[in-house]
């Protein structure tokens, strides 16, 4: 067997020994993932692996019954909503937890693997609010609220790539680092710098830059289940639209801030005189 890919008997797997294998202190996750999806989804890690699966196998199931609930929550009927939300909630977001955990229980993490997991809940993400607002549009005839969800998944895609932006640069910076050829020189902030590592700078950083999104993958399904319940899918998409903007205008100007401070290093190009 190889033991770069598959160290790990798949008979042994059990749902004990994934539970063991957890470790919630390592990372900060949001409460309804700690709590209650990562325990629902051990049972599936464990099947899974019995069934030698692999977690780029789970996350491309995911991908796929993902795209069958939207569009049946599309579809604007109570009875094809209820059953692709439940599709969405158990293999979307159930599903996000049992393909990293199976990576790891089976040895077989992998860059390509985090790259294609994370991709696919970005993907969720967004298109949850999309096709939510197309179900309440072709349910009520209501163009307000396919307003409500462009302004929330418009707001938490800036958010996403204003992230992305800052750590391919900081891995350009690196890599010219590195380069012992390359002139660099970097400018000193000195008076921003100060007040970012300051004790108000870091705090809201903190809350912005690492709690808030946790906080919003709580209030998003937790809030979707409370709404479907209750039926108050508008109010639900009114708050996301409003919590998504207050994350994209809080977070992307101490992103910018930060990234100015970080990443103002200039290099002298060849060409110049």
Known sequence: MNSMHDSTNR???????????EDFGRIDQPVFMRYLVRSMAWPLIALAARFGMTPNMITAIRAIATAIGFALICAGTPDTYLVGLIIILVLGVVGTAVDGSLSRVLNRASFFGKYFDGYMDALTEILLY????IHLWRANGMAEDLLAVAV???????????????HLMARNLARAEADQSTALQRRPHIG??????SPFGTALWEFFGNRYSLILWDVRYVGLILASALDGLGIYILIMAIT?????????PLRVLRSYVELDVHRRSHTAT
């Not at 999309?130 to 607002?133: E, R, S």
């Not at 998504?244 to 992307?252: K, P, V």
């Open 192 to 197: 921003l710098a100060a007040w970012l590592e």
């Open 11 to 21: 008979t042994g797997i059990t749902v004990a020994s994934v539970m063991r294998g």
């Open 244 to 252: 998504q903007m207050i994350g994209l205008l809080c977070f992307l």
């Open 152 to 166: 929330a998944a418009i707001a938490m895609s800036l958010v996403q790539a204003g992230g992305i932006r800052h």
């Open 130 to 133: 999309l096709a939510l607002g």
